[in-house]
């Protein structure tokens, strides 16, 4: 999960309002689809104006039916990367997980993408392991005493035993120093997959890997 202000679904844009139920490439085509288009309905800035546009003449119905369908529901998407001790791309994945109703979702997500980069590192034959998260609330639950009535108790404990296999330590690290698996969570939420192995780095990751190999900083937000 990520509260980076891109776009979750395309990746590439801000998540602006008029970007995410207009602009983003998964949106505008169901716009053409409902016959929207117009210029002047692709080309307005201000929200309000194009709300306006939309909302008056013949089209009124299916406009709102529009509106209403891309701005629900949010897509949560979990993702990870492994990497060796030089930085070099090893394995990464991504996967859908659901949609957001509350944050037991998001929390689900987290804990998720934990479970799924431990048990990649184990079918990798991966014995020492330092795990990455920026959700400490995640790395808490692991590290602390068994909750046997949590929601996720069964998926926080399979966790505890996947790292009790091996030399597997946990951390905890800033969402922006951690831009690889972000990129990956977005492109979980943008597919209908459970869960997708990237045996080479997916096309838009590789500027990020790049970034990360020169070292560049990002600041906090």
């Not at 905890?172 to 997708?196: I, M, P, Q, V």
Request: hydrophobic share 35%; with cysteine.
């Amino acid at each position: 999960m990520t509260s980076s202000s891109t776009c979750p679904r395309c990746g590439t844009h801000d998540e602006t309002f008029l970007h995410c139920v207009r602009d983003c490439n998964f949106s505008r085509p169901i716009w053409q689809h409902l016959r929207f288009i117009s210029p002047k309905f692709f080309n307005s800035t201000d929200v309000h104006e194009w709300l306006k546009f939309g909302s008056s003449g013949s089209q009124i119905s299916a406009f709102s039916a529009g509106v209403c369908c891309l701005g629900s529901p949010v897509r949560a998407g979990f993702g990870g990367i492994i990497r060796n001790d030089s930085g070099y791309y090893m394995s990464g994945f991504s996967g859908f997980s659901g949609f957001i109703q509350g944050s037991s979702d998001i929390l689900h997500a987290e804990l998720l993408a934990i479970y799924q980069g431990l048990t990649l590192a184990k079918n990798m034959a991966i014995d020492e392991l330092v795990c990455y998260s920026d959700s400490l609330h995640c790395i808490n639950l692991i590290k602390g005493p068994n909750i046997n009535y949590h929601v996720y108790a069964v998926l926080i404990q399979d966790i505890k035993e996947l790292i009790s296999q091996s030399n597997t330590t946990i951390c905890h690290t800033f969402r922006e120093g951690n831009n690889c698996a972000d990129y990956l969570a977005k492109l979980g939420a943008s597919s209908d997959s459970d869960l997708t192995i990237h045996a080479s780095p997916p096309e838009g990751l590789l500027d990020i890997l790049r970034s990360d190999a020169t070292g560049t900083f990002f600041l906090r937000e």
